[in-house]
Every structure is written in structure tokens, then in C-alpha cells.
Nanobody, 121 residues
Framework: EVRLVESGGGLVQPGGSLRLSCAAS????????MSWVRQAPGKDPEWVAG????????YYAESVKGRFTISSDNAKSTLYLQMDSLKPEDTAVYYC??????????????WGQGTQVTVSS
């Protein structure tokens, strides 16, 4: 089975930083776009950022532009999300998922367990 394992979440104060990782197994990582999606309690999932592996193009939701950076280490089949200047509204469970900015056009079915990010004083 394909595995996506998210890690790197935690508790951080507003203005702080976290670096999330998504390790993929049995997955043609360089053939796919990959995205980060987050879901806060009681809210619909929100697409955050996408990375198109072959082109290297990146895309971001307006809410995180200038603060988050998505990147990929193809040799390690790992996707990253560097999060700076974190705000309380960034609090959510973060998931990685195959697909680009349109992936939420279909019902979101996480492939991993996600990693909790909590931004609070």
C-alpha cells in the first residue's frame, strides 16, 4: 500500500516557525503534484500549497502566501512545508496528499494521519 507519513507538527507561539515533512513510500513521487491540506476542528479542509514535482512550480493559498514554503526532496520521496510567522488561525491538522490545487474538487480522503499544528500563546 501507498503510505504518506506526516510529521513535524507541534505547539508553537504566534510568530514562530515549524517545518512539516511528508514521507512517501511505494509512490511515484516525481510523477505527481503533491499538496498540503489542512483541516481545523469543525471546518472544511483547506488547500494550502502545491508542488508540481517535474516542473518545480509551487502554488499557495492566499492565506499563507509569503509565510509558507513548499518544497520537495525527490531523492528522499519527501515533501516539506516550512511555516514561518505562524498565526493562531493556522491551527489545524496538516495532511499531505497527491494532487494539485484542484484536489479538493473531490471529497478529501487523507492518505496519512496528518500532523497537528497548534499556534497559541
Amino acid at each position: 500500500e501507498v503510505r504518506l507519513v506526516e510529521s513535524g507538527g507541534g505547539l508553537v507561539q504566534p510568530g514562530g516557525s515549524l517545518r512539516l515533512s511528508c514521507a512517501a513510500s511505494r509512490f511515484p513521487f516525481d510523477d505527481y503534484a503533491m499538496s498540503w491540506v489542512r483541516q481545523a476542528p469543525g471546518k472544511d479542509p483547506e488547500w494550502v500549497a502545491g508542488f508540481y514535482v517535474q516542473s518545480g512550480n509551487t502554488y499557495y493559498a492566499e492565506s499563507v502566501k509569503g509565510r509558507f514554503t513548499i518544497s520537495s526532496d525527490n531523492a528522499k520521496s519527501t515533501l516539506y512545508l516550512q511555516m514561518d510567522s505562524l498565526k493562531p488561525e493556522d491551527t489545524a491538522v496538516y495532511y499531505c496528499a497527491p494532487g494539485g490545487s484542484t484536489l479538493l474538487a473531490d471529497p478529501f480522503n487523507p492518505w496519512g494521519q496528518g500532523t497537528q499544528v497548534t499556534v497559541s500563546s
